[in-house]
């Protein structure tokens, strides 16, 4: 796991109330793709699986992670926002929640980071998937956008 990933889980746990709620956690971080958990327990519903809300926030927070990850690598503290998103859930989740963004090219990540640096805003498409016995539970689709540099969040 890359020395950034425990950035991740610091903001989560300072800024982000919900995901914190979710116990999300960093599974796995390699630059590629950012693998986040989230226990049953705190999403259980009345069916004994995920409920879809939970499912959902697990799913943006993947991919608004790997956002958040690159950019730390690349020495941007970024304010992101999810500017789109668009999920299918295809079965039920009766388990921990595990959602892994897709990798995307280096080029795309280049791109992003230099409109950003040229612009002061950039946008992303990222993928995330949650898998249930090694089939897609979940597919999320979100537009990721950084606004300039985080603001100092006071809690």
């Known amino acids: 796991m ?7 889980t610091e903001f989560v746990q300072t800024h982000l109330p919900t995901a914190r709620a979710l116990e999300i956690e960093v ?63 295809l079965a039920p989740v009766p388990g921990d929640i595990v959602a892994s963004s897709l990798p995307v090219t280096e080029g795309d990540w280049e791109i992003f980071l230099q409109q950003f640096e040229e612009r002061g805003k950039a946008k992303i498409e990222l993928q995330t998937r949650i898998l249930q016995g090694g089939e897609p539970a979940v597919k999320f689709t979100g537009l990721y956008a950084i606004i300039g540099h985080a603001p100092n969040i006071q809690v």
């Open 27 to 89: 599974a796995d971080y390699d630059s590629q793709s950012l693998t986040l958990r989230a226990p049953l327990g705190p999403s259980i519903n009345d069916k004994h699986t995920a409920f879809g809300g939970s499912l959902y926030v697990v799913a943006v927070m993947a991919g608004w992670g790997m956002v958040y990850l690159r950019c730390r690598e690349a020495g941007i503290d970024p304010n992101i926002v999810v500017a789109r998103g668009e999920i299918d859930y």
């Open 2 to 8: 890359k020395d950034v990933a425990h950035k991740l």
